[in-house]
Protein backbone atom coordinates (compact mmCIF):
# COMPACT_ATOMS: atom_id res chain seq x y z
CA UNK A 1 0.00 0.00 0.00
CA UNK A 2 3.03 2.43 1.03
CA UNK A 3 4.39 1.63 -2.40
CA UNK A 4 1.35 2.62 -4.18
CA UNK A 5 0.81 5.40 -2.64
CA UNK A 6 4.18 6.75 -3.01
CA UNK A 7 3.89 6.16 -6.53
CA UNK A 8 0.73 7.80 -6.72
CA UNK A 9 2.22 10.39 -5.09
CA UNK A 10 5.64 10.51 -7.90
CA UNK A 11 2.77 10.73 -10.71
CA UNK A 12 0.74 13.96 -9.54
CA UNK A 13 4.15 15.32 -8.36
CA UNK A 14 5.95 14.90 -11.96
CA UNK A 15 2.92 15.94 -13.59
CA UNK A 16 2.76 18.83 -11.56
CA UNK A 17 6.69 19.60 -12.83
CA UNK A 18 5.79 19.25 -16.32
CA UNK A 19 2.72 21.50 -16.23
CA UNK A 20 4.90 24.21 -14.16
CA UNK A 21 7.72 24.07 -15.89
CA UNK A 22 6.46 25.98 -18.98
CA UNK A 23 6.63 29.15 -17.94
CA UNK A 24 5.52 30.94 -21.06
CA UNK A 25 1.85 29.61 -20.57
CA UNK A 26 -0.55 32.36 -19.04
CA UNK A 27 2.13 35.00 -19.62
CA UNK A 28 2.58 35.12 -23.69
CA UNK A 29 -0.52 32.20 -24.67
CA UNK A 30 -2.83 30.40 -22.98
CA UNK A 31 -2.91 26.41 -22.44
CA UNK A 32 -1.92 24.37 -25.40
CA UNK A 33 -5.00 22.76 -26.79
CA UNK A 34 -3.86 20.86 -29.55
CA UNK A 35 -0.88 19.98 -31.21
CA UNK A 36 0.79 18.24 -34.17
CA UNK A 37 4.11 16.86 -35.17
CA UNK A 38 6.45 18.07 -38.27
CA UNK A 39 8.58 15.55 -39.53
CA UNK A 40 9.95 16.17 -42.65
CA UNK A 41 13.09 17.08 -43.29
CA UNK A 42 13.88 18.22 -46.77
CA UNK A 43 17.63 19.01 -45.86
CA UNK A 44 20.04 18.63 -42.83
CA UNK A 45 21.69 21.98 -42.54
CA UNK A 46 23.82 22.22 -39.20
CA UNK A 47 24.70 26.33 -40.00
CA UNK A 48 21.55 27.35 -38.37
CA UNK A 49 21.74 28.79 -34.84
CA UNK A 50 20.07 31.22 -32.17
CA UNK A 51 21.44 34.42 -34.18
CA UNK A 52 19.59 33.18 -37.28
CA UNK A 53 16.26 32.76 -35.71
CA UNK A 54 16.59 35.74 -33.89
CA UNK A 55 17.41 37.75 -37.04
CA UNK A 56 14.60 36.16 -39.14
CA UNK A 57 12.08 37.49 -36.25
CA UNK A 58 13.72 40.59 -36.24
CA UNK A 59 13.33 40.81 -40.45
CA UNK A 60 9.73 39.61 -40.22
CA UNK A 61 8.69 42.22 -37.56
CA UNK A 62 10.39 44.67 -39.42
CA UNK A 63 8.75 44.15 -42.66
CA UNK A 64 5.22 44.16 -40.35
CA UNK A 65 6.35 47.76 -39.20
CA UNK A 66 7.64 49.40 -42.71
CA UNK A 67 3.99 48.59 -43.93
CA UNK A 68 1.46 51.01 -44.33
CA UNK A 69 -0.81 48.12 -43.04
CA UNK A 70 -1.44 47.87 -38.69
CA UNK A 71 0.48 44.37 -38.24
CA UNK A 72 -2.80 41.64 -37.27
CA UNK A 73 -0.27 39.08 -35.62
CA UNK A 74 3.21 39.01 -34.28
CA UNK A 75 5.90 36.75 -34.00
CA UNK A 76 8.86 36.59 -31.67
CA UNK A 77 11.10 33.85 -30.37
CA UNK A 78 11.72 32.35 -26.92
CA UNK A 79 13.72 30.53 -24.84
CA UNK A 80 17.55 29.81 -24.13
CA UNK A 81 18.50 29.42 -28.08
CA UNK A 82 15.35 31.39 -28.90
CA UNK A 83 14.12 27.85 -30.00
CA UNK A 84 10.75 28.53 -29.84
CA UNK A 85 8.54 30.59 -32.53
CA UNK A 86 5.70 32.36 -30.96
CA UNK A 87 2.63 33.64 -33.17
CA UNK A 88 0.09 36.16 -31.74
CA UNK A 89 -3.12 37.01 -32.92
CA UNK A 90 -3.19 40.74 -32.49
CA UNK A 91 -7.03 41.40 -33.30
CA UNK A 92 -9.83 39.28 -32.45
CA UNK A 93 -10.59 38.13 -36.17
CA UNK A 94 -7.12 36.95 -37.69
CA UNK A 95 -6.30 33.93 -35.87
CA UNK A 96 -10.20 33.16 -34.18
CA UNK A 97 -9.70 29.79 -35.31
CA UNK A 98 -6.77 27.15 -36.43
CA UNK A 99 -7.99 27.00 -39.76
CA UNK A 100 -7.44 31.00 -40.07
CA UNK A 101 -4.33 30.92 -38.59
CA UNK A 102 -3.78 27.58 -41.39
CA UNK A 103 -4.68 29.94 -43.91
CA UNK A 104 -1.68 32.33 -42.87
CA UNK A 105 0.63 29.75 -42.90
CA UNK A 106 -0.09 28.98 -46.19
CA UNK A 107 0.24 33.03 -47.05
CA UNK A 108 3.81 32.77 -45.46
CA UNK A 109 4.10 29.71 -47.91
CA UNK A 110 3.98 31.84 -50.96
CA UNK A 111 6.80 34.31 -49.63
CA UNK A 112 8.98 31.22 -48.79
CA UNK A 113 8.68 29.14 -52.15
CA UNK A 114 9.87 33.31 -53.85
CA UNK A 115 13.04 32.96 -52.04
CA UNK A 116 15.81 32.56 -54.58
CA UNK A 117 17.60 29.51 -52.58
CA UNK A 118 14.54 27.67 -52.20
CA UNK A 119 14.21 27.90 -56.78
CA UNK A 120 18.13 27.49 -57.24
CA UNK A 121 17.38 24.53 -55.10
CA UNK A 122 14.29 23.67 -57.51
CA UNK A 123 12.21 23.05 -53.85
CA UNK A 124 10.25 26.10 -54.68
CA UNK A 125 7.08 23.89 -55.37
CA UNK A 126 6.97 21.32 -52.30
CA UNK A 127 9.02 23.87 -49.41
CA UNK A 128 6.21 25.13 -46.99
CA UNK A 129 7.17 27.86 -43.82
CA UNK A 130 7.00 24.90 -42.04
CA UNK A 131 9.96 23.53 -43.81
CA UNK A 132 11.91 26.61 -43.24
CA UNK A 133 11.42 26.58 -39.53
CA UNK A 134 12.55 23.14 -39.78
CA UNK A 135 15.94 24.41 -41.54
CA UNK A 136 16.39 27.04 -39.02
CA UNK A 137 16.23 24.57 -35.76
CA UNK A 138 13.19 26.05 -33.89
CA UNK A 139 11.83 23.35 -31.99
CA UNK A 140 8.22 24.12 -31.61
CA UNK A 141 6.23 26.87 -33.21
CA UNK A 142 2.96 28.17 -31.09
CA UNK A 143 0.44 29.73 -32.39
CA UNK A 144 -2.55 31.03 -30.53
CA UNK A 145 -5.54 33.85 -30.74
CA UNK A 146 -3.70 35.13 -27.62
CA UNK A 147 -7.47 34.65 -25.68
CA UNK A 148 -8.41 30.76 -25.63
CA UNK A 149 -6.39 28.99 -27.58
CA UNK A 150 -2.68 27.94 -28.66
CA UNK A 151 -2.04 25.27 -31.57
CA UNK A 152 1.84 23.54 -30.88
CA UNK A 153 3.46 21.84 -33.99
CA UNK A 154 7.06 20.59 -32.92
CA UNK A 155 9.43 20.30 -35.48
CA UNK A 156 10.80 16.77 -35.54
CA UNK A 157 14.54 15.90 -36.79
Known amino acids: MI????????FFATSTLVTASDDLVGYYYPEIT???????????????????????VNQI????????ESPRFVFFAK????????LTALDDDVLSTLYRARAIMAQLTV?????GFYQQEELQ?????YD????????ELLITDGETWTHRVNFKR
Open 34 to 56: SEENFDRLIRDEDNSSKSVRVDF
Open 79 to 86: GNDASTLI
Open 3 to 10: RFTLAIAA
Open 125 to 129: DVVTF
Open 111 to 115: SVRQN
Open 61 to 68: TNAQLDSP
Open 132 to 139: LLQLMHFE
